[in-house]
């Protein structure tokens, strides 16, 4: 039986919540629904897990400690350089500017002191309980070996991590994440993979890696689906609108699913569907590469994220993955893979042996907002539709908590995360 011939059975008389989107917030919201008694659709034009989606080409990190805005004090300062560096962490695609522009100016006003510390306590109000969400489904889905509690390193090429870092360290350890400022004698004791390049680093001991985000999501799927969701091929272009929200959703083919209540999770496509129910948000992709080195084995245990070349080296079940970049270039313009080249470049100099074997490229869509926190929120002129998207790049980490609260509101329940920094009309 396939995914999508399974499920709930028609005429069932519980309430039908309808999904968009089958990425790790939309499984993950399915199990949470399913678990509080709700019949369950999700409809997504890719197959769960699949590299159509952002969450197969995540880095992997699940760490409840995550906390640092994307945008922080200083940032402005860096910006040029970065955009100067054909090789950079940020590129923008000079046709796409404009579009971009009033988003990056959002995300530059989002680096100012008291903004930052709001957001980051947002960050880790959400963050705090990754692990006591993702467990109970992991375990049922009986996929426990991808989640793993190995830490996170932050590797520096001089020895003032402790220095240059000191206010993200200090906003950490405010929020009770615990920090270890290592010395290069105590990075070669705890990553000995890593090569004599790195003087200091930051050590996050408490923090998580998947080592496969793509089966992870489709393992979490396969559960929902054993346990009564549908799931349905397909595309939404929009909404037949009703007097009080949305009556049923209009699919690319013209078809028209009837819904009752909608969890919209689309991802980077989320903001599209939101401004056809009336809500204009500041969104954009993050499109962001990896590139994968099947079967290398350069030793890494720990995820490492180079703080000088902004780039992250993940251990992964099929070899390393290199991760990072942010471009701006909208959903529509082909990937340009020397980006994903120019990181695997960027971090063979990182390990004592060399990851070798076979190359394979990948880019995505992170749904990005300009304060690095999601909307967590019902439709301002559609109460029936709850929103739950623009996770950016911390997506992995908050798919669980995400679908427990996603739940929660469905039930008419007060969630158990003060939702206020998440209102859609923040902005």
Known sequence: MTMQQSGQAKGSSKPKVTVIGSGIIGVCSANYLLKAGFAVDVVDPAVPGSPDQCSYGNAGGICPGSCIPNSMPGVLKNVPKW??????????????????????????AASRKPRVEEISAAMRSLHRFTFDCYEPLIKEAGCEELLQKRGQLFVYENDDAGSSSAYSIGLRRHHGVRVEVLNADEIR??????????????????????????????????????????????????????PSGPTALMMEDGSRLPVETVVLAAGAWSARLATDLGDRIPFETERGYHV??????????????????????????????????????GLEAPP????????????????????????????????????????????????????????GHQGLIAGAVTGKLVSEMARGETPSVDLTPFRVNRF
């Open 189 to 242: 004791q705890l990553e000995p993979a890593l090569a004599p390049i790195f003087k200091s680093a930051v050590y996050l001991p408490e923090q998580g890696q998947c080592p496969n985000p793509g089966r992870l999501v489709a393992s979490l799927a396969e559960l929902a689906a054993r346990n009564g969701a549908r799931f349905i091929r397909g595309r939404v272009t929009r909404f037949e609108q009703g």
């Open 83 to 108: 955009l100067m560096d054909p090789e950079g962490p940020l590129y923008v695609r000079l046709a796409y500017l404009p579009h971009a522009l009033p988003w990056l100016l959002r995300f530059l």
């Open 336 to 391: 340009n893979m020397h980006r994903a080249d120019a990181l695997l470049k960027q971090a063979r100099p990182m390990f004592r042996n060399q990851p070798e074997g076979e190359v394979s490229r990948w880019m995505g869509h992170r749904p990005g907002t300009p304060d690095s926190i999601p909307v967590i929120d019902r439709a301002r002129k559609a109460r029936n539709v709850i929103y739950a998207f623009g996770h």
């Open 292 to 329: 994968m080195v099947k079967g290398a084995d350069t030793g890494l245990r720990i995820q490492t994220i180079s703080n000088d070349r902004k780039f992250v080296a993940s251990p992964m079940e099929e070899g390393l993955r290199i991760a990072g970049n942010v471009e701006f270039s």
